[in-house]
């Protein structure tokens, strides 16, 4: 079993999300009243890292995009008999790679969410089961390479060409469970003409030991994530995060990433929702 602080530091990371149709260095803002909006809808199924025939749940998710770019999301998780057990929803802002968030587990009301103030601060909170007190945390000064869930895709385009070089990026991920920003590195370990391999780990390599690192397979010609194998961030039936290889799939006709360059610079943080929590 995992000790708390390694389990839900890991657990916490999976906010993998969906592939956003993103191009060069534009963001979403979903303040915009435009109404030329557009609905994708894809999924993945989680099996067990151990035996790849077992299927432990899978995921619904859908992406309302806003002129093009990503708006809003839904996901929702089921379990192998088709019962659903959890669900999620992002907000995009100004910055692309770090949505808010809410995250609630529906066997026993276990929530997570990450929300923006008025001030641009952001607020983590935690309610371990139903009608516990929330534990929440206020984080003033966000880092310039901050991460938050479904942001991680979008991160790693503006990234790419570093990534594809076998550079290390390093970026602060929000941990609504650990109450704080967790820091991590990813950094290539293979890659073909169609497929980009990463790695990622606690940037502490002192810790980093005690925690097997995150793979993640991207299409090289779309830039979509294909797999991703590792902790995920849907607990058993014993409170531990599922070991999953979780497979995405996606419809034919969705539009893909335009934009193959590194475009990681001058992105703001900062989003214009209240903390309505």
């Known amino acids: 079993m995992f000790t708390p602080l390694f389990k839900h530091c890991a657990a916490i990371l999976y906010g993998l999300a969906v592939f956003l149709p993103l191009a060069g260095n534009t963001h979403a803002d979903n303040t915009d009243n435009s109404d030329n909006t557009d609905t994708i809808f894809y999924h993945g199924e989680a099996y067990a890292l151990d035996d790849p025939t077992t299927l432990i749940y899978r995921e619904e998710h859908q992406l309302q995009l806003r002129n093009g770019l990503p708006y809003q999301r839904e996901v929702n998780y089921f379990d192998a008999e088709g019962k659903k057990i959890a669900q999620k929803e992002n907000r995009y802002f100004n910055n692309a790679a770090a949505p808010d968030f809410r995250l609630r587990d529906l066997r026993n009301n276990y929530r997570e969410q990450a929300l923006y103030n008025d001030d641009g601060s952001l607020t983590l909170s935690l309610q371990e089961s139903g009608g516990q007190e929330w534990q929440k945390s206020r984080i ?82 779309t830039q979509r994530l294909l797999r991703y ?31 193959s360059g590194d475009t990681s610079s001058d992105d703001t943080h900062s989003g214009s929702a209240a903390n309505d929590q």
């Not at 602060?172 to 109450?179: E, I, P, T, V, Y």
């Not at 003409?193 to 005690?210: A, D, F, I, T, Y």
């Not at 961030?233 to 979780?246: P, V, W």
């Open 229 to 259: 194998r590792g902790l995920s961030n849907i607990l058993d039936e014993q409170g531990n995060s599922y070991k999953a290889d979780i497979r995405y799939q996606y419809p034919a006709a969705m539009p893909v990433n335009a934009s």
């Open 140 to 221: 003033k000064n966000l880092p310039d390479n901050l991460i938050i869930d479904a942001g991680f895709d979008e991160f790693v385009r503006r990234h790419w060409q570093a990534l594809l070089a076998g550079d290390q990026v390093n970026f602060s991920f929000a941990s609504a469970a650990r109450q704080e920003l967790v820091t991590f590195r990813l950094q290539k370990t293979s890659a073909n003409e169609q497929q980009l391999v990463l790695s990622m780990r606690l940037q502490s390599r002192l810790l980093s030991w005690l925690l097997d690192p995150i793979e993640l397979t991207y299409e090289r010609p």
